[in-house]
Structures are given as structure tokens and as C-alpha cells.
């Protein structure tokens, strides 16, 4: 029907033949624009992949998705697994529980608003504790050091962490941060590319997370991360 309608184009002002061409192909861009899957939580963008969602999830949204040569297990909730946890992911945690006590005591910041200030340190670093180090507090036990920065100074916060951590290589995990969210991608326990994503202000994990790993694969690894790439929560596209 287009050809036929197109053979007779010579009968036609040359306008309106250059707004047909411009109108056919926007139309096939939009097509374009909309292949991709996306839920109530998440999306792939440019990638078809169909849903199975688990009804029995207990405290989060839970399923399989089916990405053509990769299947993933995802979970959209509280407690998503954020896979092998970094040095300045487990000291972050520690820091937030009870170690920003003896920071804010320190700083001599009145008990009552220290959680309202949390946001306001950032762990830059964890490394092993150096003999010229300024700490902010003595530790002869300690064998680690965290570089902290909080209202535009830095400070060494000694601690201790297990030797085995220390000393992890952790080459393998990349985070990228998407404002609002910020996403980890790493090698999960079976040697695949896995992805956690999780709202970059959430010290308390009060937000929920998503979290993908892999089910079942007949794809290589680069492949799987190209899919992991094009993920997104609902509220951050990937641009």
C-alpha cells in the first residue's frame, strides 16, 4: 500500500512528499522508543523481557525475568540483597549503627541530632591503619582507618575489620550513581554479572531496592551486563 502510494508521488507537491517521509519516520522512531519491558518498579530499557511475578513474596516484590538467553531472579523491597558487601559498604553500615556515636561526641554534636546528620558524612575511603595517621580518636587495637568528611573537613576514624576484608579485592564491584539512585554492579557467588539498586539518600533502608541476579543463562557475561546496564527504577530511567 505504501509503494503503491508512493509510485504516484510525481502527482503530488514536493511538501507534502517530504512531509510523508518525515511522517513515516518519526512513526518508526517512536516504535523504537517503546520496545523494552517496565512494571510498576523497574524497567529495561531498548530489551523485550516478560515477567512471572512470585505471589508469595513475603516483604517485597518478587519474580522472574525472562530476558530471551538470561532469566533473572528480582526482588523489589526492604531487604534486597545487596550482594558482597565493600569496605566502605560495611563500615557505612557499622558508622551508622554505633560508630557515628564516638564521631559525634567528637565533634561535640548534641545526641539528640546525630541521625539528622548522618546524611551528612561521607565515607571517602577504608584502608588499613598507617603509623602517621592523624586519627580524630586513639585506637592502639584498631587496625583499620576510614578517611571521613563531614561539614567540608576530613577526618581518620580508626576501627577495626577482619583482616580477610582489608584486604579483599574489590575490583570486580562498580557503583554508578543515576540521581536519585545509585547502582552497584557486581560478579555474584556463581562467577555472574548480578546488579543492586538502591535510593542514594536511604542510610536507614527505608526505601526499597531492587535487586537482580542470575537464574538461568546460555549467554555470556557481556551480554548479561549490557541487559544489567539497561536497567532502571521507575523513578530514574537510564538516560
Not at 533473572?72 to 551508622?96: I, Q, V
Request: include cysteine.
Amino acid at each position: 500500500m505504501l509503494y503503491q502510494n508512493m509510485k504516484n508521488t510525481k502527482y503530488l507537491p514536493g511538501w507534502i512528499i517530504l512531509f510523508s517521509f518525515l511522517f513515516f519516520a518519526c512513526k518508526t522512531v517512536k516504535t523504537e522508543d517503546k520496545i523494552g519491558f517496565e512494571n510498576k518498579y523497574f524497567g529495561v530499557s531498548g530489551i523485550n523481557c516478560t515477567e512471572v511475578a512470585d505471589p508469595d513474596g513475603i516483604d517485597s516484590n518478587v519474580g522472574k525475568l525472562d530476558c530471551g538467553c538470561v532469566t533473572f531472579n528480582y526482588d523489589y523491597g526492604l531487604y534486597s540483597n545487596p550482594g558482597p558487601l565493600t569496605r566502605k559498604e560495611e563500615f557505612r553500615r557499622a558508622f551508622d549503627t554505633y560508630h557515628h556515636i564516638k564521631f559525634f561526641e567528637d565533634r561535640m554534636i548534641d545526641p539528640k541530632v546525630h541521625k539528622l546528620f548522618l546524611d551528612s558524612v561521607t565515607v571517602v575511603d577504608v584502608r588499613h591503619k598507617m603509623p602517621n595517621d592523624e586519627l580524630m580518636i586513639d585506637c592502639s587495637t584498631c587496625n583499620a582507618t576510614a578517611v571521613l568528611t563531614f561539614k567540608r573537613d576530613t577526618y581518620l576514624y580508626p576501627f577495626t575489620m577482619s583482616v580477610e576484608q582489608l584486604d579483599n579485592d574489590e575490583q570486580e564491584i562498580l557503583f554508578i550513581d543515576k540521581k536519585p539512585n545509585q547502582y552497584k554492579y557486581y560478579t555474584d557467588s556463581n562467577g555472574k554479572p548480578a546488579l543492586y539498586v538502591t535510593p542514594i539518600q536511604n542510610r536507614f533502608k527505608r526505601k526499597n531496592c531492587l535487586s537482580l541476579n542470575v537464574d538461568t543463562s546460555d549467554c555470556e557475561n557481556k551480554e548479561i551486563e549490557r541487559i544489567l546496564k539497561s536497567v532502571y527504577l521507575k523513578d530514574n530511567p537510564v538516560k
